[in-house]
């Protein structure tokens, strides 16, 4: 009779501690990914052990300790930087493309490439700025609306964007241009509700990508990236990647 009691227990927290972990880990965000369901079921296991074993608690006390754990589990579950590529790229319509000739790519406007320290977006400059503009299109607001909306689901991002221009010109209108780009479309981010520590930069290089002897080229050298950290202690600086 004494297991049966256990049992009872076990299943009652095992269903607190399922709504308490997932409610505690979507955190009313608009987009919720599976490592919150993976959570909430695993924290509801190791709540629902805790709750049919700790005595001298309430059953309450004991459903909150393991929606706790849930929450917690959950945000650690499907948290890997492989994972919020793929969320990133699926919220665009597109894949992720670690390949090293996807910005050569003239068909692809945007890119999603991850490293072992961070998750790229890239945006070319054909898809977010006219011509020597520093302020993204409307369109463009939208694609950076949509990168909003999935980096809610991981509020510990920290956010770099960074401005790329060519080695035509003068050094320092490139360079202005590119900060002032990076800026802009982290000012749309900001404005999209995206406050986890978002700094830019702009980078004006002398090796382009691609040679600049069209304007297709030029253009793939010019592009705003989005890098985004989940270990703020691997940040690169991306001027000294090219």
């Known amino acids: 009779m004494k297991f049966l009691s256990v049992y009872k227990q076990f299943l009652i927290f095992f269903i607190i501690t399922i709504l308490l972990s997932g409610c505690a880990q979507k955190r009313d965000y608009e987009y919720t990914g599976s490592n919150t369901q993976t959570g909430a079921i695993i924290g ?6 805790i709750g049919a074993s700790t005595k001298g608690n309430s059953k309450a006390k004991r459903a909150l300790i393991g929606g706790v754990i849930g929450a917690s589990v959950g945000g650690a579950i499907g948290y890997s930087i492989e994972k919020q590529a793929e969320d990133v790229a699926k919220e665009l319509d597109t894949k992720v493309d670690n390949s090293s000739d996807a ?3 003239e068909n692809k406007d945007l890119i999603v490439s991850n490293t072992d320290k961070y998750v790229k977006i890239t945006l070319k400059e054909s898809m977010v700025f006219a011509t020597d503009s520093a302020y993204p299109t409307n ?19 920290t956010v770099q964007v960074v401005g790329f221009t060519d080695n035509r010109g003068s050094y320092l209108y490139n360079l202005k241009l590119s900060e002032k780009r990076a800026l ?41 990236e989005i890098y985004l950290y989940q270990d703020v202690n691997k ?3 991306p001027c000294k990647n090219y």
């Open 44 to 49: 509801g296991i190791l709540g629902a052990l």
């Open 103 to 105: 910005i050569k790519n």
């Open 139 to 157: 369109e463009a607001s939208q694609r950076i609306n949509k990168i909003s909306k999935v980096l809610r689901n991981y509020p510990n991002t």
């Open 184 to 224: 802009n479309v982290g000012q749309v981010l900001y404005e999209s509700g995206i406050t986890n520590e978002v700094f830019s930069k702009g980078c004006s290089y002398e090796k382009p990508i691609v040679p600049n002897d069209s304007l297709e080229n030029m253009a793939l050298n010019r592009r705003v």
């Open 235 to 237: 940040i690169v600086d």
